[in-house]
């Protein structure tokens, strides 16, 4: 019994053993299976990444379309058959060629300079059409000047000429002769001669007939002369005078110490009888008269030069001497 029980323990041993080695052989098999299988199909390429595209450049677009392109996707390391290997050999040189016929990269190179060239045709173009403008644009510019000038002389000249025959009415009235004196004594130098007093006032009658226009008037020192010697002088204030308005001037003409040395013989040794006094005198003087009718660019002057004959007498000091008729105008 004890060896019948051994004997079947021992076959229960041999049986599992034998079991054991088939289910070793089975996996062993699946695995080989498993993995010719997968050397005989085609390995997946990767899931390929997606692209966001946003305004790229040459270069980038260059880069992203031969990464995004499936022909120019990084080539799979195959450890299979040579036949694999020259599928991938076959597959890359087609790729690369219709990469190349694709991708127009040397397009792109030789494509801008022929623009270039068409750029710089259209810039010359420009800048010709720019120069030619600008010439019109100067031309056109002279011109104006040029017309304006003109027309603005012809314009002055006009109302320069209009304004002629507008010259102010001037004339002188009366002069009276206040008083005079004779007394001696001596100049500046020492010199003992008779020396002259004298006072007197002028008045002068001045009219602007003009309608478009008023005067600005001076007037030259007013100077009483016997003969080259001068014995009196007085000045008329600077004035204006509205268009087709008139005024009467009153200026004082005075001498004070002047010396005669002689040179008036009727006054010699006629201080005790000035009464009967009678000397000839010349009243010179010029008034000056300027329009402003544009401005300052349209400027007429009117000269008007005077010379009365008035006589000093002792016995009419203080009344009015008329010098209507008494006056050179010129």
């Given at each position: 019994l004890s060896l019948s029980?051994?004997?079947?323990?021992?076959?229960?041993?041999?049986?599992?053993?034998?079991?054991?080695?088939?289910?070793v052989t089975m996996h062993a098999k699946s695995d080989s299976e498993v993995t010719s299988i997968d050397a005989s199909s085609p390995p997946r390429s990767p899931r390929r990444p997606l692209y966001y595209v946003q305004s790229p450049s040459q270069h980038d677009v260059e880069k992203m379309s031969y990464g995004s392109s499936p022909f120019g996707s990084p080539g799979h390391h195959y450890h299979c058959s040579p036949i694999h290997h020259s599928r991938e050999s076959s597959t890359s040189r087609f790729s690369a060629s219709l990469k190349n016929a694709r991708h127009p990269a040397a397009w792109k190179r030789i494509q801008p300079r022929h623009e270039d060239h068409a750029d710089d045709d259209d810039e010359d173009d420009d800048e010709g059409n720019d120069e030619g403008s600008g010439n019109h644009?100067?031309?056109?510019?002279?011109?104006f000047v040029f017309s304006f000038v003109l027309l603005f002389t012809i314009f002055s000249l006009i109302l320069w000429a209009a304004s002629l025959p507008y010259k102010p009415e001037i004339f002188v009235k009366i002069m009276v002769f206040h008083g005079f004196t004779i007394q001696a004594g001596m100049?500046?130098?020492?010199?003992?001669?008779?020396?002259?007093?004298?006072?007197?006032?002028i008045k002068i009658f001045y009219r602007n007939p003009a309608t478009f226009f008023g005067l600005h008037v001076t007037s030259t020192p007013l100077e009483l002369h016997y003969y080259q010697l001068k014995v009196a002088s007085g000045y008329v204030k600077k004035f204006y005078q509205s268009r087709k308005s008139q005024r009467i001037i009153a200026a004082a003409v005075l001498g004070n110490q002047?010396?005669?040395?002689?040179?008036?013989?009727?006054l010699s040794g006629a201080r005790d009888h000035l009464e009967s006094v009678s000397v000839p005198l010349n009243l010179t003087f010029v008034m000056r008269s300027r329009a402003h009718v544009l401005g300052r660019l349209v400027q007429p002057k009117f000269y008007r030069r005077i010379l009365c004959e008035v006589t000093l007498k002792g016995n009419r000091l203080g009344k009015p001497h008329n010098l209507t008729n008494s006056c050179i105008y010129k």
């Amino acid at each position: 019994l004890s060896l019948s029980t051994h004997t079947h323990t021992q076959a229960h041993i041999y049986i599992h053993r034998i079991i054991l080695l088939m289910a070793v052989t089975m996996h062993a098999k699946s695995d080989s299976e498993v993995t010719s299988i997968d050397a005989s199909s085609p390995p997946r390429s990767p899931r390929r990444p997606l692209y966001y595209v946003q305004s790229p450049s040459q270069h980038d677009v260059e880069k992203m379309s031969y990464g995004s392109s499936p022909f120019g996707s990084p080539g799979h390391h195959y450890h299979c058959s040579p036949i694999h290997h020259s599928r991938e050999s076959s597959t890359s040189r087609f790729s690369a060629s219709l990469k190349n016929a694709r991708h127009p990269a040397a397009w792109k190179r030789i494509q801008p300079r022929h623009e270039d060239h068409a750029d710089d045709d259209d810039e010359d173009d420009d800048e010709g059409n720019d120069e030619g403008s600008g010439n019109h644009v100067r031309f056109y510019v002279v011109c104006f000047v040029f017309s304006f000038v003109l027309l603005f002389t012809i314009f002055s000249l006009i109302l320069w000429a209009a304004s002629l025959p507008y010259k102010p009415e001037i004339f002188v009235k009366i002069m009276v002769f206040h008083g005079f004196t004779i007394q001696a004594g001596m100049d500046g130098t020492g010199v003992p001669t008779d020396m002259l007093t004298l006072n007197s006032t002028i008045k002068i009658f001045y009219r602007n007939p003009a309608t478009f226009f008023g005067l600005h008037v001076t007037s030259t020192p007013l100077e009483l002369h016997y003969y080259q010697l001068k014995v009196a002088s007085g000045y008329v204030k600077k004035f204006y005078q509205s268009r087709k308005s008139q005024r009467i001037i009153a200026a004082a003409v005075l001498g004070n110490q002047v010396p005669l040395y002689g040179g008036v013989p009727v006054l010699s040794g006629a201080r005790d009888h000035l009464e009967s006094v009678s000397v000839p005198l010349n009243l010179t003087f010029v008034m000056r008269s300027r329009a402003h009718v544009l401005g300052r660019l349209v400027q007429p002057k009117f000269y008007r030069r005077i010379l009365c004959e008035v006589t000093l007498k002792g016995n009419r000091l203080g009344k009015p001497h008329n010098l209507t008729n008494s006056c050179i105008y010129k």
